[in-house]
């Protein structure tokens, strides 16, 4: 297992509280995990660029959340420009998306705001990382319609076998995390187990999430190995075999990563 690296396509590393995050960060070179961390609103895109720029193996991406979409102006998507042109580790935009789950009083400037981080990715050329929750037919349906050239993953993926196989065929890749290892989570296990290797990506979503022998702990990106464990296990293969093809897979997605 040593010598293969993992990509954690979604960990807010920056955002651990019980955990020392410089430690954290050690934790996963040490066990050659490289991290990927997403910005929320468009004031944090400033912090993402400076946080990722401290250590080696961490990478950002710039992009405002949608639970955070009132935070978004006329000015975002100029300084995300200028932050990727002078930072080559922001390797794509995130995270963005819909989210029904919380509040719903604001479903269409959500959608507003998602579609001008598409085209902005589109422009850029860089991948979109999405969060979607109670929200994955108008995700799928935005995406067909203004996704011209980006590749998208859906983070924290939380739909049904059926929904993965849909995704898929749209050339949308799967993150899976800590989910896939809790005993109840029979969607996301099913998931795991039948959809196509080469769309399997892995994550942590950390601080949130903490696979199984960590639940309701402090997550952190180096548990990215216990994702990949279980989907190992529930796939009748081996874990190395699982880090190996998800981090092909990341690589293909990530042109601009280099570790
Ligand atoms: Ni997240």
Same mark, same amino acid.
């Given at each position: 297992?040593?010598?293969? !690296?993992?990509?954690?396509?979604?960990?807010?590393?920056?955002?651990?509280?019980?955990?020392?995050?410089?430690?954290?960060?050690?934790?996963?070179? $040490?066990?050659?995990?490289?991290?990927?961390?997403?910005?929320?609103?468009?004031?944090?895109?400033?912090?993402? $660029?400076?946080?990722?720029?401290?250590?080696?193996?961490?990478?950002? !991406?710039?992009? @405002?959340?949608?639970?955070?979409?009132?935070?978004?102006?006329?000015?975002?998507?100029?300084?995300?420009?200028? &932050?990727?042109?002078?930072?080559?580790?922001?390797?794509? =935009?995130?995270? @963005?998306?819909?989210? !029904?789950?919380?509040?719903?009083?604001?479903?269409?400037?959500?959608?507003?705001?998602? =579609?001008?981080?598409?085209?902005?990715? *589109?422009?850029?050329?860089? %991948?979109?990382?999405?969060?979607?929750?109670?929200?994955?037919? $108008?995700?799928?349906?935005?995406?067909?319609? +203004?996704?011209?050239?980006?590749?998208?993953?859906?983070?924290?993926?939380?739909?049904?076998?059926?929904?993965?196989?849909?995704?898929?065929? /749209?050339? &949308? !890749?799967?993150?899976?995390?800590?989910?896939?290892?809790?005993? *109840?989570?029979?969607?996301?296990?099913?998931?795991?187990?039948?959809? %196509?290797?080469?769309?399997?990506?892995?994550?942590?979503?950390?601080?949130?999430?903490?696979?199984?022998?960590?639940?309701?702990?402090?997550?952190? %990106?180096? +548990? @990215?190995?216990? @994702?990949?464990?279980?989907?190992? *296990?529930?796939?009748?293969?081996?874990?190395?075999? &699982?880090?190996?093809?998800?981090?092909?897979?990341?690589?293909?997605?990530?042109? *601009?990563? /280099?570790?």
């Amino acid at each position: 297992m040593n010598d293969i !690296y993992i990509i954690n396509t979604h960990s807010h590393v920056n955002m651990l509280r019980e955990t020392n995050i410089d430690e954290a960060v050690q934790n996963a070179i $040490d066990n050659k995990i490289v991290t990927i961390v997403p910005s929320s609103t468009a004031e944090d895109i400033f912090e993402t $660029d400076k946080f990722i720029q401290k250590y080696n193996g961490v990478y950002g !991406y710039v992009g @405002v959340f949608p639970e955070e979409v009132k935070t978004f102006t006329d000015k975002t998507l100029s300084d995300m420009e200028e &932050i990727i042109k002078h930072n080559p580790k922001i390797i794509g =935009i995130g995270e @963005v998306g819909l989210d !029904y789950y919380w509040d719903k009083s604001f479903k269409e400037l959500q959608k507003e705001v998602f =579609i001008k981080q598409i085209e902005f990715a *589109n422009q850029m050329n860089l %991948p979109l990382n999405i969060h979607s929750r109670e929200a994955h037919l $108008d995700t799928l349906e935005i995406l067909k319609k +203004y996704n011209k050239n980006s590749t998208a993953i859906l983070h924290c993926f939380s739909g049904s076998l059926e929904f993965a196989k849909e995704c898929i065929k /749209e050339g &949308i !890749y799967i993150a899976l995390g800590g989910v896939v290892t809790f005993k *109840n989570a029979k969607k996301t296990k099913d998931v795991a187990k039948n959809i %196509p290797l080469e769309y399997l990506l892995l994550e942590t979503d950390d601080p949130y999430l903490a696979p199984a022998p960590f639940r309701g702990k402090e997550n952190q %990106p180096m +548990y @990215v190995k216990y @994702v990949a464990e279980e989907i190992a *296990n529930l796939r009748g293969i081996s874990t190395e075999e &699982i880090a190996q093809i998800s981090t092909e897979n990341a690589k293909k997605v990530f042109k *601009n990563i /280099e570790f």
